[in-house]
């Protein structure tokens, strides 16, 4: 099943509260909501996506169960951006202090802040075009770090604030490895372990 966009006409509106309630109504859909007002139904992974996508976020969760920075969040997890949009990354990091700042219900529902970190992982149904427009919009929203992986290409852009963004091409049998720079400092991701599934 490929990914569905619906459009929602600026007369009709969805709030934060209607989002939120629209999801809880329909939780075997992971949704997006965009700034420009169209809802996203992604379709669930595959067997493969599934294993990359549980791997990244498994080495994300041991550096930081070491560093006790900040929190780890997958897929599942929506975060409103200052634009207005929903958005769920395949992975998401969140520094200790911005997380501590929310109250008790921001951080029950869908969190109104952008990660500081961000992976987003291509699948079988995902469009690079539109994978690439959303980390842009993760990166003008605040992202301070964000990885596009595609295992099919095979290539890693990295997007940071201020710089263009940065693309490593590859063999599938030696990807390179990633740098958390100063956002994750001391993480690395040997990309052997994700794209050999």
């Known amino acids: 099943m490929a990914t569905v966009t619906l459009n929602v006409p600026p007369a009709v509106g969805l709030t934060d509260e209607q989002f939120y309630q629209l999801c ?24 493969e996506s ?5 791997d990244l976020n498994l080495e994300i969760g041991l550096w930081n169960r070491q560093a006790k920075l900040g929190k780890v969040f997958d897929s599942s997890t929506e975060f409103r951006l200052a ?15 911005r997380w501590e700042a929310l109250t008790a219900e921001q951080r ?4 109104p802040l952008s990660p500081d970190f961000v992976i987003e992982l291509r699948s079988e149904t995902d469009s690079l075009k539109k994978l ?43 990807p390179p490895q990633l740098s958390g720079e100063d956002v994750l400092p001391g993480f690395v991701l040997d990309l052997s372990l994700i794209l050999n599934p």
């Not at 992971?30 to 992604?42: D, N, S, V």
């Not at 992975?91 to 200790?96: F, L, R, T, Y």
């Open 50 to 54: 599934g294993i990359r996508n549980s």
């Open 108 to 111: 029950r529902r869908f969190p």
């Open 83 to 97: 634009n207005g949009a929903f958005r769920s990354p395949d992975v998401a990091w969140v520094k200790k202090e």
């Open 24 to 47: 809880i109504a329909n939780d075997k859909w992971r949704i997006e909501l965009t700034a420009q007002g169209e809802l996203i139904i992604m379709p669930p992974t595959g067997g």
């Open 132 to 174: 690439r427009a959303k980390m842009q919009e993760y990166r003008d929203n605040g992202v301070r770090l964000g990885w596009l992986i595609d295992p099919q290409t095979p290539l890693v852009e990295i997007y940071r604030p201020g710089l263009e963004v940065e693309t490593l091409n590859f063999s599938i049998d030696q």
